[in-house]
Protein backbone atom coordinates (compact mmCIF):
# COMPACT_ATOMS: atom_id res chain seq x y z
CA UNK A 1 0.00 0.00 0.00
CA UNK A 2 1.58 3.20 -1.47
CA UNK A 3 1.04 5.90 1.66
CA UNK A 4 -0.49 9.17 1.13
CA UNK A 5 3.24 10.87 -0.11
CA UNK A 6 4.02 8.68 -2.72
CA UNK A 7 0.42 8.95 -4.49
CA UNK A 8 1.31 13.10 -4.15
CA UNK A 9 4.46 12.19 -5.34
CA UNK A 10 3.35 10.72 -8.36
CA UNK A 11 0.68 13.21 -8.72
CA UNK A 12 2.74 15.83 -8.55
CA UNK A 13 5.09 14.56 -11.12
CA UNK A 14 2.19 14.12 -13.34
CA UNK A 15 0.46 17.67 -12.57
CA UNK A 16 4.09 18.91 -13.79
CA UNK A 17 4.07 17.22 -16.75
CA UNK A 18 0.68 17.86 -18.02
CA UNK A 19 0.80 21.62 -16.84
CA UNK A 20 -2.42 20.94 -13.96
CA UNK A 21 -2.29 24.13 -11.60
CA UNK A 22 -4.38 25.86 -9.42
CA UNK A 23 -7.73 24.47 -8.36
CA UNK A 24 -7.34 21.36 -11.20
CA UNK A 25 -4.46 20.39 -9.41
CA UNK A 26 -6.19 20.61 -5.91
CA UNK A 27 -8.85 18.39 -7.42
CA UNK A 28 -6.93 16.02 -8.96
CA UNK A 29 -4.05 15.85 -5.91
CA UNK A 30 -7.92 14.92 -3.65
CA UNK A 31 -8.64 12.06 -6.04
CA UNK A 32 -5.25 10.60 -5.82
CA UNK A 33 -5.55 9.99 -1.88
CA UNK A 34 -9.21 9.74 -2.32
CA UNK A 35 -9.55 5.62 -1.97
CA UNK A 36 -7.32 5.35 1.05
CA UNK A 37 -9.43 7.60 3.24
CA UNK A 38 -11.73 6.33 5.92
CA UNK A 39 -15.19 6.56 4.65
CA UNK A 40 -14.15 7.91 1.20
CA UNK A 41 -17.37 6.65 0.18
CA UNK A 42 -20.46 5.92 2.66
CA UNK A 43 -20.99 1.95 3.56
CA UNK A 44 -17.77 1.39 1.21
CA UNK A 45 -15.00 -0.83 2.22
CA UNK A 46 -11.33 -0.38 0.43
CA UNK A 47 -12.09 -2.95 -1.43
CA UNK A 48 -14.81 -0.96 -3.27
CA UNK A 49 -13.04 2.06 -3.47
CA UNK A 50 -10.37 0.22 -5.35
CA UNK A 51 -12.31 -1.61 -7.36
CA UNK A 52 -10.24 -4.46 -6.92
CA UNK A 53 -10.91 -8.03 -8.65
CA UNK A 54 -12.22 -10.64 -6.64
CA UNK A 55 -9.40 -13.40 -5.51
CA UNK A 56 -9.40 -16.89 -7.09
CA UNK A 57 -9.19 -19.24 -4.06
CA UNK A 58 -5.80 -20.46 -4.92
CA UNK A 59 -4.11 -17.08 -4.99
CA UNK A 60 -2.39 -16.55 -1.65
CA UNK A 61 -1.66 -13.66 0.50
CA UNK A 62 1.15 -13.07 -0.77
CA UNK A 63 0.50 -13.57 -4.64
CA UNK A 64 -2.20 -10.80 -4.48
CA UNK A 65 -0.03 -8.25 -4.50
CA UNK A 66 2.07 -9.59 -7.24
CA UNK A 67 -1.01 -9.89 -10.07
CA UNK A 68 -2.85 -6.82 -11.60
CA UNK A 69 -5.48 -5.78 -8.54
CA UNK A 70 -7.38 -3.61 -10.40
CA UNK A 71 -11.09 -3.93 -12.30
CA UNK A 72 -11.03 -0.84 -14.91
CA UNK A 73 -13.78 -1.84 -16.15
CA UNK A 74 -15.73 -1.80 -13.12
CA UNK A 75 -14.41 1.44 -12.57
CA UNK A 76 -15.48 3.02 -15.50
CA UNK A 77 -19.07 1.77 -15.66
CA UNK A 78 -19.13 4.47 -12.51
CA UNK A 79 -16.57 7.03 -14.05
CA UNK A 80 -15.86 8.63 -17.01
CA UNK A 81 -12.77 9.95 -16.30
CA UNK A 82 -12.41 13.23 -17.21
CA UNK A 83 -12.93 15.40 -14.29
CA UNK A 84 -9.21 16.34 -12.45
CA UNK A 85 -10.58 14.43 -9.06
CA UNK A 86 -11.63 11.22 -11.11
CA UNK A 87 -8.26 11.00 -12.81
CA UNK A 88 -6.80 11.62 -9.78
CA UNK A 89 -8.78 8.43 -8.61
CA UNK A 90 -7.29 7.05 -12.06
CA UNK A 91 -3.72 7.50 -11.23
CA UNK A 92 -3.69 5.87 -7.67
CA UNK A 93 -5.06 2.61 -8.91
CA UNK A 94 -2.70 2.52 -11.77
CA UNK A 95 -0.18 3.52 -8.98
CA UNK A 96 -1.46 0.65 -6.74
CA UNK A 97 -1.61 -1.92 -9.50
CA UNK A 98 1.73 -1.68 -11.12
CA UNK A 99 3.72 -0.76 -7.89
CA UNK A 100 4.42 -4.14 -6.39
CA UNK A 101 6.05 -5.89 -8.58
CA UNK A 102 7.68 -2.80 -9.96
CA UNK A 103 9.47 -1.85 -6.38
CA UNK A 104 8.96 -4.53 -3.99
CA UNK A 105 11.59 -7.65 -3.67
CA UNK A 106 9.18 -10.49 -3.74
CA UNK A 107 11.60 -13.30 -2.24
CA UNK A 108 11.79 -10.95 0.96
CA UNK A 109 8.57 -9.87 0.75
CA UNK A 110 7.74 -13.97 0.82
CA UNK A 111 10.31 -14.65 3.28
CA UNK A 112 9.07 -12.70 5.98
CA UNK A 113 5.01 -13.30 5.18
CA UNK A 114 5.93 -16.75 5.59
CA UNK A 115 8.17 -16.18 9.03
CA UNK A 116 4.70 -14.85 10.31
CA UNK A 117 4.81 -10.99 9.25
CA UNK A 118 1.73 -9.73 8.04
CA UNK A 119 1.96 -7.84 4.77
CA UNK A 120 0.82 -4.42 6.09
CA UNK A 121 3.75 -4.22 8.27
CA UNK A 122 5.88 -4.45 5.21
CA UNK A 123 4.16 -2.18 3.59
CA UNK A 124 3.43 0.10 6.11
CA UNK A 125 6.83 0.36 7.82
CA UNK A 126 8.54 0.59 3.95
CA UNK A 127 6.64 3.14 2.64
CA UNK A 128 6.72 5.36 5.77
CA UNK A 129 10.27 5.22 5.94
CA UNK A 130 10.45 7.08 2.76
CA UNK A 131 8.39 10.41 3.64
CA UNK A 132 10.81 12.68 4.78
CA UNK A 133 12.77 11.23 1.18
CA UNK A 134 9.65 12.35 -0.66
CA UNK A 135 8.84 15.80 1.01
CA UNK A 136 12.31 16.85 0.45
CA UNK A 137 12.44 15.40 -3.47
CA UNK A 138 9.53 16.30 -4.81
CA UNK A 139 7.99 18.89 -2.41
CA UNK A 140 4.96 17.10 -1.82
CA UNK A 141 2.90 17.78 1.60
CA UNK A 142 -0.45 17.13 2.80
CA UNK A 143 -1.98 20.62 2.23
CA UNK A 144 -1.71 19.81 -1.27
CA UNK A 145 -4.92 17.73 -0.87
CA UNK A 146 -7.27 20.01 0.54
CA UNK A 147 -8.19 17.27 2.98
CA UNK A 148 -5.11 17.15 5.24
CA UNK A 149 -7.20 16.57 8.61
CA UNK A 150 -8.89 13.55 7.24
CA UNK A 151 -5.28 12.29 5.89
CA UNK A 152 -3.77 12.64 9.06
CA UNK A 153 -6.87 10.59 11.14
CA UNK A 154 -6.11 7.73 8.36
CA UNK A 155 -2.34 7.76 9.33
CA UNK A 156 -3.02 8.17 13.08
CA UNK A 157 -5.49 4.99 12.37
CA UNK A 158 -2.73 3.02 10.66
CA UNK A 159 0.43 3.70 12.82
CA UNK A 160 -2.19 2.23 15.72
CA UNK A 161 -2.68 -0.49 13.19
CA UNK A 162 0.60 -1.59 11.55
CA UNK A 163 2.81 0.03 14.47
CA UNK A 164 6.19 2.08 13.87
CA UNK A 165 8.97 1.65 11.64
CA UNK A 166 10.92 -1.22 11.98
CA UNK A 167 14.34 -1.18 10.06
CA UNK A 168 13.80 -5.68 9.10
CA UNK A 169 10.53 -4.49 7.27
CA UNK A 170 11.74 -1.48 5.31
CA UNK A 171 12.21 -2.17 1.44
CA UNK A 172 13.57 1.41 0.42
CA UNK A 173 17.02 1.25 2.94
CA UNK A 174 19.45 1.23 0.06
CA UNK A 175 20.26 4.21 -2.80
CA UNK A 176 19.60 1.41 -5.31
CA UNK A 177 16.09 0.68 -3.67
CA UNK A 178 15.44 4.53 -3.27
CA UNK A 179 16.40 4.88 -7.15
CA UNK A 180 13.58 2.25 -7.86
CA UNK A 181 11.44 3.79 -6.45
CA UNK A 182 12.38 7.14 -8.22
CA UNK A 183 12.12 5.56 -11.32
CA UNK A 184 8.59 3.97 -11.16
CA UNK A 185 7.31 7.01 -9.72
CA UNK A 186 8.90 8.96 -13.00
CA UNK A 187 7.32 5.81 -15.14
CA UNK A 188 3.72 6.29 -13.05
CA UNK A 189 3.53 9.74 -13.31
CA UNK A 190 4.27 9.44 -17.40
CA UNK A 191 1.28 7.59 -17.72
CA UNK A 192 -0.69 8.63 -20.94
CA UNK A 193 -4.58 8.65 -19.20
CA UNK A 194 -6.07 9.43 -22.32
CA UNK A 195 -5.07 6.41 -23.79
CA UNK A 196 -5.27 4.25 -21.01
CA UNK A 197 -8.75 5.61 -20.81
CA UNK A 198 -9.61 4.82 -24.28
CA UNK A 199 -7.62 1.10 -23.84
CA UNK A 200 -9.53 0.14 -20.37
CA UNK A 201 -12.99 1.49 -20.80
Same mark, same amino acid.
Given at each position: MPNFLTHLAVAKRYAEKNNIT %? =???????? %??? *?? =??EGAKPGADKEDTHYKMPLLPEQRKIERFFIDRVDYKKFFKQHKGQTPFERGVLLHLIVDNDCYPTIIDRWRFTALVEDGVRPGDILANSFNSVNNYLKQKYGVNLDMTGVKKEIE? /????????? %?? /???? *????DTQESLEKLDLFIEKASSVDLDAFIQKHR
Open positions: %G =DKAREFFH %GTV *YP =DLN /CETKWINQF %GT /CTSE *YNFF
